[in-house]
């Protein structure tokens, strides 16, 4: 028997997306050029990304624990995983070469960038391999410089890693432990270094490319504890108000300012990703949509991950644009109009991607591997 898809979640994962495309459009853009206030309102939807790792952890807990105590192979389980994540990964790659080629090939400070780092660059990002900083072609020590939010797929393929080898195998009691112990560490981090807070994982430079292992150790294991503890519940058919307001406390939790003190803004970081986020994803699994909102919410779901994977090279594009000297747009004060061009050729852009490259190609991939003889 099929098990029932937890539609809630997977639209509350669109929601997530939508923040942090937000998030790039408006606050990544602030460093090259000044945004009127209040733009500067979606400050913490880079937490976004913890909240799709816990819930990573949850639904793999949910789809494959008893799976891989049973009759599944490791291997089998990581063919489905690539089939799952790749075919976006080869493709937010592509986009972000054409990106950086149409930008000039240039580093942020004007510097030319050579063929040969250019194509070692797309090739260590079409195989999910951290570029060093020597081959940054950006020049901010961003790990995927092509498309900057891969840092959080490597560690999504590090969890399922991390998942099929080891943690499908820890009893809840020692889940529970391991949990524990990431919360102290994480914390730890968080408080004692420089900058505080979480916002880790995307450079090459040593405490951060920690920081970004030190939330995936967490939030894996935190989701799968939860699917553990949640595995005898099936959701039921509710009214869709559920899938609003879950939204609508991702949205206000998400899109808060800065809290303008460090450890003011360290301890919500971590308050969040400790208790509001597993708080959220306990009650919206609770139950699920029927009908047209079932429909509807099932494409949000569906078109959240296009949309990550997709959405950062059009980022790029969009401060070259607005940024750079010479630019008719240059010290342009109301920057709106790129601004809403960039969201709606992103969305735009993804769902293309999942209708016509993205759910067809998994779709075959799904068959060839595991149904044809």
Known sequence: MEKPRYDILDGLRGVAALMILFYHVFNDAKSFFVWPTPVYEFFHSFLAVDFFFILSGFVMGYAYDQRLKEDMTFGSFIKRRLIRLHPMVVMGVLIGLVAFIIQGCTKWDGTEVSVQALMLVTLLGLFMIPSPNSLEVRG??????LNGPHWSLFFEYIG?????????????????????????SIAGFALMTEDGGIAYGWSSEPTNFFGGALRMLYAYPMGLLMARIFKERQPKPIKGHMFLLCSLALIVLLGLPFLGNKDVETIYQLICI??????????????????????????IGRLSYPLYAVHFPLVYLY????????????GYSQPWIPAIITIVAAELIAILCLLFYDEPLRKWLTKKLFTSK
């Open 160 to 184: 399922s890693l991390f998942y099929g080898l080891f943690l499908h195998r820890l009893s809840t009691k020692w889940l529970r432990v391991w949990v524990a112990c990431a919360i102290v």
């Open 140 to 145: 901010n020590t961003e790990i995927f410089p």
């Open 274 to 299: 400790f208790s509001f986020f597993p708080t959220i994803i306990w009650y919206a699994a609770r139950g699920t949509v029927v009908g047209f909102k079932q429909k509807v919410v099932s494409f």
């Open 319 to 330: 401060i070259t644009w607005v940024g750079r000297d010479g630019h008719p747009y240059e």
